[in-house]
Each structure stands twice: as structure tokens, then as C-alpha cells.
């Protein structure tokens, strides 16, 4: 199991393992010692290479004195190959892309193959015709996992497309269509009867399907219950549906798409159990029909098994040995049934492929780095052969309750004693008598499955899969709050904004509903007519134009609906209505200008007109949680992927959502604005999604554990965090419930958060009326030295601010907004907050400090501000610095001025040589002073008397440039003139 799994054998049945061990013949000693024998001496065997470094796969092909070896790898190739000799006999270069993955049709004639060229393609081989025969399916990503069903008559293909297609061979039709909750599907197994198909994804899931109807009370339909908890399974066993999931676990490792760590999952040749990697290192069963994880029969690394994660698992033909590949390039054979090691060997890299030849005593392994071989004699001859026919006695230590069984055998032989004396140490058990012990193993088992149900439930002793995040709509309040005390109707808000609200009314036992549109701005329309509502709206928003309803289907056959009614129109009748397909619920919809969407169970986002003429139907590319819409902007999130379990903040492990969003310009057909991934924290989930409320338009979403983070275009379009609920709360219990976020101050909003702070996180009720709260922005920033928590805060959210408005000016085309735009304004208010830190850090005398602010401010005036600053406080090589960075900003400027020149008017600029008075001239922010030389420099007390003396001056010419001189050199409040010439007027216009 992969949460918390450890091994809880029995130490009674430890015991009495080694009583039997003392007491057993001389001849299964001997046995134990060929087997470890064998293992040691095993040769290892020759290594060729076949394709370049990526994954492989490798599978014998015929019988006999006809049996080939088919190889596929990175270069695009399938290699038919002489297993004795290693020598090409055809090749096939039908895939335009890598081939990942092949699979053998059971009766040795055809095979398939899977590539990053996303096709599935059928080759033939016979003695006389070794050719591509046809494709059998395609999809829109690669495919990475094949298996046939065991009599050839279904194929099943999977990769990145998170869902499995079971194919027809005999048309090429998709038999059933098996949606997964992962990225990708990393390996398929058929159930040798035919009746259920197992595969695992990249996420560690295993996840086992009905192929076909199974009634009730089959034999393949037992569930075991055999605790009195209240689990949620009674014991009473329905029938499955053809496509229904009987087994979702979380048990292997999780690994990428394209990782040579495959997962791969294998059933028994009986079918009775199913073989997959575990995540320490381990194999794990589970047993068919109660689909109960054998927890007593794992493999683990403790019998010289593996030292890394397991990356693939095939069974012998005859099912009593089991083939295992791992992460530290080792490939073991394991005797299943005495839990040991019959062989292993190093290999050059990670095993991804691997295959029992059906006669003889040999595997083909293939490994990640292009090379494959053929390992003969992996069993050694004093052992049963692995295709040997085998009695079914030995096959059944799988059997539940078998280990009951034989400590009753033991109980009744006298053994039990002599067990618990050796045993009377270990994990305080060992003092217990039979019937106590039982009770023990009771309640562990009893806390495995309260710790899996808390990750979504259970199915017979393994956990199950963390459950995704329900679909939601932004601004709905919980629809199970009760009414208060002295309430008769149940109200709710479907749907609180910045607009206003929408209410839901209703009595118990009432036909219909009313719905109440109200805005906050009353002198815009003030409130609305109500609406009678007789399907059942549960979810709602208010757009710019107009306010849009849905109702889920019902379960007597009721389609969903999705209504929608403008605020004003110059036509009657201007609301309407329309009905989705049946089985098909709108969970989440938006509006924005003159458009309307929605997005409903079946992973469909409908586009409507504001008229209600349907536009678009797009397939999202995974289950859905929420859309939200504002001006033509529209922002969808899904489920990327199934939740994973990750290490919290305290250690335990913890369910991360794996959402994804994009946004799309509506207006310019749905053109992608920007996508990514949400970083919801672990163990949250997503509670708010909207654009912020100033210019800037940013997208921002809000967790489940109070934080707001707001999506930047640095680091190539990142989130940063700007509230949290926890350093805000003034009391113990509050929330504060988000209507909407302003990054930037307007006319409209000012920077803040706007929220409605209330004692439950579900939100709050619909009377008393609830009263919007401003509660201001905040940074987790770390504090400096020498520093002050609320300069820092500042300085990042004004930075965050400058940013959001760049990037809004290149979207909206307002040049690089210097003026007193938006932009401007910004820049202005970040320059402020950094003059602040500039100040501390010349305070606390970090200089450095002090020259990287500077080097972040964005305007000339704030530059000249710090070089005041650090010439007041004496800080003359920091006011050197800045004068650099005075000088570089006005060399940037002249540039950029001259470019633009030329791009406006080309003959604006002069020609070297040509017309240099008529059209030079100096920016108007440049005013050097002029160059004097030292023997003409007038005396201090000749100069302009109303001019500003130096604060300092060097006493010889080798003392340092004082920050007067830079200030000269900047062209920064140049007081001093030139020296006037001896009988000569200083004054040009004076009378001669």
C-alpha cells in the first residue's frame, strides 16, 4: 500500500515459520540451498546494441525452430532478429517517431506496435510474409503502453491521452473508451479469462475494468468484508457494468511518461492474481474477484530482491516464477510461492521491456540504453522449469486466510507455545494467546482502512486513489447550508461579485424556486425581476451584460439547462433558454462581453452568443472545476492529472490537486492568452478564481487555506502570493471569503482585497446582508537586516504592481507608458517604496544594499532623488554609482530617442558631416556642465553669489572626487560658470 503500508506479519506466524524450519527434512534444506546456490553462480548474459539510448521493448515471436526475437526502440525501428545469432532479418521504418512499445498477438503471427508518432500499427509475421498490415488506431498523443487480450480478438492501447481504447481487432473499432485520472498510461495486462483489463499510470495507479457484464453472486464478484467498521461495503455484491472500475489503488510508483520505470502490471497465467510494483522497493498482489491487496506476500528487498523502485513484473508461462526489473539496473527471478530469489543479474541499465520465451527457459530483456539480450538458463536445472506444468497445490499460497489456518494447524500440533516463547519481544505481541493476537490484527486492519478512506475510500485492503477536487462555481455558497433559526424558505447566494448577487429562494416542499438579481451599484439598474425558477438553478453569475443560470440534470431524466437574461436589449424577448444533451450537467458557467460559457460533466466548454446562438464546442483535456469570464477574457481550469499524495509541511502525506487552467481570448476565436499549471498547495483545494479588478486584468485564484496568489509575467509567467487569511485574521475562527482582488489603485478600486468576513469558510448567509471588506495586500517577504517588514512589503507589491501594468501596456499597445498612464503611475509608486528602502539601508550602513535598490529604480527623478539622499549622508562612493547609473539612463534615453526619430522620419536624422547645427540638438533632460580647466577656474568667492556652494572640496588634485563633482559630472544642479575674461563684460547683452 502507499500510504503509511508497513509489514504487520503475524509474529506468531514468524515463530512457527522457524519452529517449522528447525523441524523440517534435511531435503528442503537442500533445496533452499541449490536455489541460493543457483542465484549466486548465475553468468550473466551477452549484451547487444539494437536501437539508440530511450525506451525499448522486446518479445519473442513464433515457435520453435521459426521463434524470433522483434525489438522496437528510439530510432523509429522494429528489428525482427535471429535470437542465436543477434542478426537483422527485416526491419521495419513505418513509424515516423520513436516506438515505444510492442505487444505479440497470442498466436505468434502478428504484433503491434505503439509510437510517439501517436499511432498503433498491426505488422504480420509468417514464414513467407513479414510485412505492416494496416494502422489500428490513432491518438492525439504518443502512445506508450499495448497488451492483447488472451485470445487475440481485443487490443488495448494507451499512453498520454489519459484514456485506454479497447480495440476490435476484427474491425478496428473502439470496443469500450477506459478514462483515466493520470497523464499517462504506463502499462497494460489483460486478465487471461478475458473478463478484466488492469493498468497503471504515471501517478502509481492501479486501476482494473470490467470487459463485460459480471451478475451479481458470480465468483468474480465477491466482496469481502470481514470487519463489522462501518466502511461503506455491506457485503451485498451488484452487478458491474461493462467499462466499470472494480479496482483503484494507489500502490506503484509514480514515474514519467517517458521514463524507462514503466510500472508494468501482470496477471497470472490463471488470472487469479495480478502483480505490480510497489512503492519500497517490492512487488505487490492482489487477489481476483475480492481485489484485496496480499499483504503477506509482498517481495520484498529484504530477500536480496531490489535496491530501487521495481520498474516492470512478468510471469513465467507457468505462473510459478516472477520476472523483476528495477531502478538499479538489476533484473531478479523470483521463486513466488517460498518469497525467494532464484536468479538475478547486473545489468548496463534500467530493464524496460521484458519477455518469457514460451518454450525453454530463457527471457529477452531489452534496457533503456538501446541494448537487448537473451537470458538463457534463468531457472537452474535442479529447479521445476518456468514452462513446466506445474499442480495447483503450489500455486495456492495466495489463498485468504491461509495463514489462520495453519496457526490453527499449529494450535492444534502443540506448536503455538513454543511460537509465542520466541516471539515474546516483538512488537508486544508475543504475550498474547491466540485469541487476543486475532484482535490485534483486527484493529490494524481496521486503522488501514480509516486511513485510506480519508483519500477517498477503499476497495478491500487497498487504498484508494486520492479523490480530485469536485467542480465548483466561483462565488456559489455551499448549497447544504441549512436555513437559520426563524427561516422558513432556504436561501442561498448562486452567486456573489463585484456586480452584485444572486440569490436562490425556495420552500420546503415547494414546485418551484425564485431567483433575485440585485446589484450593489443601485443606480445602475437597482434590482432586477425576479425570476420563477422550475428547473432547479444551481449555479449562477453576473457578467457585464448579463446574468447567467444552470441547472443539473435530474434523475428522473431531466435535461440540464443553461439560461441566460441581458440587463438591457433592444429586443423583446431577449432571454433564453437551452437544454444540454441528456447525461450531460453544466457544473460551472461565465459571462463576459456579448458571450456566455459553460462547462459541463462530460468535459465540454460551450460557447454561446450574448443572443444565445451556440458558437464553439470544445473538448477540454480533463475533468473540469471551474471557468470564470470578464470582458472577452475566459479562463477554464481541469484536472491535468490524478491528485498526487506528497510529503507535508509536518511530514504526513497530503492529497496536491493537479489543475490546470487557460485563458482565451474570446473575441479573436478562442486565441490562448496564456495556460499553466495552479499551484494549488498540497492538502487544499481551489476556492476562488477571477481577473483582478483594476486595469491590469491578472488572473488570480484563492486556496482553501486562506492564500490569494495573483499570476505575474515574470519567469515566464509565474504566481506570486499577495494575501493570507492566516496573518490577517483578527480573531481565532474568521475567514475571510474572497469576492475579488485589485493589484493596482484606480478609479474604480483601490489595492486591497475585497472579501466578506465571516465564521464559516463556506460562505456567508443571505441575511444579515453581508458587508464587503477591504483587507490589504501582503508579501510572505523575508526581513533583511537593518530593515522594516512593512518597507519590504511595500517595495514587493509595488513591484508586483509595475509588472501587471507592463505587461497590461504591451497587451493594450500604450507604448512603454512613461507618461502618466497607468504604467506611470506604477513605476512612480514603486520608485517611492524603494526610495524608502534606499534610505534604511544608507541608514544601516549597507551601501551594496543601497546601489542594487537604486539599480531598480525606474525613473530619472527617482535617481537624481537617491543621489541627493546619499551626498546628504555622505556616501561618496554609493553617489559615484548612481551617477553611473544617472549617466547609462540618459545614454539609454538619447537611444531610444534617436530610434524612434528615425522610425517616425528618416531625414529627421543628420547625415555624418552634413547640416550638423541646422539639426543636432541635445535632449532636453541633458544639461552638462562646462569643462574648465584648473589654472582658469574662478575663485570661490567670483562666482555666481547666488548659486549653491560646494558642500565639499578636495583639498589637493590626488584626494578622491568629491559627490560634488559628480554631481558636476551628471549635469546635477551645475551652479558655477565659467570665468570671465579680464576687461570684458560678462554679460552678452550688455550696451558697448
Request: net charge negative; proline share 5%; aromatic share 6%.
Amino acid at each position: 500500500m502507499s500510504l503509511g503500508r508497513h509489514n504487520d506479519r503475524a509474529p506468531l506466524a514468524h515463530a512457527q515459520d522457524r519452529t517449522r524450519a528447525r523441524r523440517a527434512p534435511r531435503a528442503h534444506r537442500e533445496v533452499g540451498l541449490l536455489r541460493r546456490r543457483a542465484a549466486r553462480t548465475m553468468s550473466p548474459p551477452e549484451w547487444n546494441f539494437g536501437h539508440v539510448a530511450g525506451l525499448c521493448d522486446v518479445a519473442f515471436l513464433g515457435s520453435g525452430d521459426e521463434t524470433r526475437l522483434v525489438t522496437c526502440g528510439a530510432d523509429n525501428t522494429v528489428a525482427l532478429r535471429d535470437p542465436k545469432t543477434g542478426d537483422v532479418e527485416d526491419s521495419f521504418e513505418d513509424h515516423d517517431d520513436a516506438v515505444n512499445v510492442l505487444a505479440v498477438h497470442p498466436d505468434g503471427a502478428k504484433f503491434a506496435t505503439g509510437s510517439d508518432d501517436n499511432c498503433v500499427k498491426l505488422f504480420s509475421f509468417t514464414t513467407s510474409k513479414r510485412e505492416f498490415e494496416s494502422n489500428v488506431t490513432r491518438f492525439t498523443l504518443p502512445v506508450r503502453a499495448l497488451a492483447f487480450s488472451n485470445d487475440g480478438a481485443l487490443l488495448a492501447a494507451g499512453g498520454e491521452d489519459s484514456t485506454i481504447k479497447v480495440i476490435n481487432m476484427a474491425d478496428n473499432s473502439v470496443h469500450l473508451e477506459l478514462p483515466t485520472n493520470a497523464k499517462c498510461v504506463k502499462s497494460i495486462a489483460f486478465d487471461p479469462i478475458g473478463e478484466y483489463v488492469a493498468a497503471v499510470d504515471d501517478t502509481g495507479v492501479l486501476t482494473v475494468w470490467a470487459l463485460k457484464e459480471i451478475k451479481a453472486g458470480s465468483e468474480d464478484n465477491v466482496q469481502d468484508d470481514d470487519d463489522d467498521d462501518d466502511d461503506g461495503n455491506d457485503g451485498s455484491n451488484a452487478t458491474i457494468e461493462a467499462g466499470e472500475r472494480v479496482l483503484c489503488a494507489t500502490t506503484a510508483p509514480t514515474t514519467e511518461a517517458d521514463s524507462p520505470r514503466v510500472n508494468g502490471v501482470s496477471w497470472r497465467p490463471d488470472g487469479a492474481v495480478v502483480a505490480v510494483p510497489g512503492r519500497e522497493n517490492d512487488v505487490t498482489f492482489f487477489a481476483r474477484g475480492s481485489w484485496r491487496e496480499l499483504e503477506d506476500h509482498r517481495l520484498f528487498e529484504d530477500a536480496k530482491g531490489h535496491a530501487g523502485a521495481v520498474a516492470t513484473c512478468r510471469w513465467s508461462p507457468n505462473g510459478k516464477y516472477l520476472l523483476t526489473t528495477g531502478a538499479d539496473n538489476a533484473a531478479v527471478v523470483w521463486d513466488v510461492g517460498a518469497k525467494s530469489v532464484v536468479s538475478r543479474i547486473e545489468c548496463e541499465s534500467i530493464v524496460c521491456g521484458a519477455y518469457w520465451r514460451k518454450e525453454g527457459n530463457a527471457v529477452a530483456l531489452a534496457g533503456s540504453d538501446g541494448q537487448w539480450c537473451v537470458w538463457n538458463d534463468v531457472v537452474a536445472a535442479s529447479l521445476p522449469s518456468p514452462t513446466a506444468v506445474v499442480d495447483a497445490s503450489e500455486l495456492d499460497f495466495f489463498v485468504a486466510g491461509a495463514k489462520k489456518d495453519d496457526v490453527a494447524n499449529a494450535a492444534e500440533g502443540g506448536d503455538v507455545a513454543g511460537a509465542l516463547e520466541d516471539d515474546d519481544d516483538e512488537e508486544g505481541l508475543g504475550d498474547m494467546d491466540e485469541e487476543e493476537y486475532y484482535l490485534a490484527q483486527e484493529r490494524r486492519r481496521k486503522m488501514k482502512r480509516k486511513m485510506a478512506g480519508k483519500f477517498g475510500g477503499a476497495f478491500g485492503g487497498a487504498a484508494a486513489a486520492p479523490t480530485p477536487q469536485a467542480p465548483f462555481q466561483v462565488g456559489a455558497c455551499d448549497a447544504a447550508k441549512k436555513p437559520k433559526d426563524g427561516e422558513k424558505e432556504n436561501r442561498r447566494f448562486l452567486c456573489y461579485n463585484m456586480m452584485g448577487t444572486v440569490v436562490t429562494t425556495g420552500e420546503p416542499g415547494g414546485d418551484f424556486n425564485s431567483v433575485e438579481m440585485s446589484f450593489h451599484d443601485t443606480s445602475r439598474a437597482g434590482r432586477a425581476p425576479t425570476i420563477t425558477d422550475y428547473h432547479g438553478y444551481s449555479i449562477g453569475t453576473l457578467g457585464e451584460k448579463g446574468c447567467a443560470l444552470a441547472s443539473p440534470g435530474k434523475p428522473g431524466g431531466g435535461a440540464s439547462t443553461v439560461f441566460y437574461r441581458p440587463y438591457e436589449s433592444w429586443a423583446h424577448a431577449s432571454e433564453w433558454r437551452v437544454t444540454i444533451p441528456a447525461g450531460e450537467d453544466a457544473v460551472s458557467v461565465a459571462a463576459g462581453n456579448n458571450w456566455v460559457a459553460a462547462v459541463t460533466s462530460k468535459r465540454n466548454l460551450r460557447l454561446f452568443s450574448h443572443a444565445g446562438a451556440q458558437r464553439q464546442i470544445v473538448t477540454l483535456e480533463g475533468a473540469p472545476v471551474t471557468c470564470v469570464g470578464k470582458g472577452d477574457s475566459l479562463v477554464v481550469t481541469w484536472h491535468a492529472a490524478a491528485p498526487a499524495l506528497v510529503p507535508g509541511a509536518d511530514g504526513r502525506l497530503e492529497v496536491e490537486q493537479r489543475i490546470e487552467f487557460a485563458e482565451y481570448d474570446v473575441a479573436d476565436g478562442g486565441k490562448i492568452l496564456s495556460r499553466g499549471r495552479v499551484p494549488v498547495p498540497p492538502g487544499h483545494t481551489l476556492t476562488w478564481l477571477g481577473h483582478s479588478e483594476d486595469d491590469n486584468r491578472a488572473l488570480c485564484f484563492g486556496a482553501s487555506d486562506g492564500t490569494v496568489r495573483v499570476r505575474v509575467p515574470d519567469f515566464g509567467g509565474s504566481w506570486s502570493q499577495v494575501f493570507s487569511s492566516m496573518d490577517a485574521r483578527q480573531s481565532e475562527g474568521e475567514h475571510h471569503w474572497v469576492v475579488a482582488v485589485a493589484t493596482s489603485d484606480n478609479a474604480y478600486s483601490s489595492s486591497a482585497l475585497y472579501c466578506v468576513v465571516c465564521r464559516d469558510a463556506s460562505g456567508p448567509g443571505v441575511y444579515p446582508k453581508p458587508v464587503q471588506t477591504l483587507m490589504p495586500l501582503g508579501a510572505p517577504v523575508a526581513l533583511p537586516e537593518n530593515s522594516s517588514g512593512d518597507l519590504e512589503d511595500a517595495a514587493a507589491k509595488a513591484q508586483i504592481a509595475v509588472a501587471l501594468a507592463s505587461a497590461a501596456a504591451a497587451r493594450d499597445g500604450d507604448g512603454d507608458g512613461d507618461g502618466d498612464g497607468a504604467l506611470g503611475a506604477a513605476r512612480a509608486a514603486a520608485d517611492k517604496a524603494s526610495l524608502r528602502l534606499f534610505h534604511a539601508a544608507c541608514k544601516g550602513e549597507r551601501p551594496a544594499r543601497a546601489a542594487d535598490i537604486a539599480s531598480s529604480l525606474h525613473l530619472s527623478n527617482s535617481l537624481h532623488g537617491a543621489l541627493k539622499l546619499a551626498n546628504a549622508m555622505q556616501q561618496r562612493v554609493l553617489a559615484e554609482r548612481i551617477t553611473n547609473l544617472i549617466e547609462a539612463s540618459m545614454a539609454a534615453a538619447a537611444a531610444a530617442a534617436n530610434a524612434y526619430a528615425y522610425a517616425s522620419e528618416p531625414s529627421a536624422l543628420e547625415t555624418p558631416g552634413q547640416f550638423a547645427q541646422q539639426h543636432y540638438s541635445q535632449p532636453a533632460s541633458y544639461a552638462p556642465s562646462q569643462p574648465t580647466q584648473p589654472s582658469q577656474a574662478a575663485p570661490v568667492e567670483d562666482a555666481n553669489p547666488l548659486g549653491r556652494r560646494k558642500s565639499v572640496a578636495p583639498a589637493n588634485e590626488n584626494e578622491t572626487p568629491t559627490a560634488v563633482g559628480a554631481k558636476h559630472k551628471a549635469g546635477y544642479e551645475a551652479t558655477e560658470k565659467p570665468a570671465a575674461k579680464k576687461g570684458k563684460t560678462a554679460n552678452p547683452f550688455a550696451r558697448r
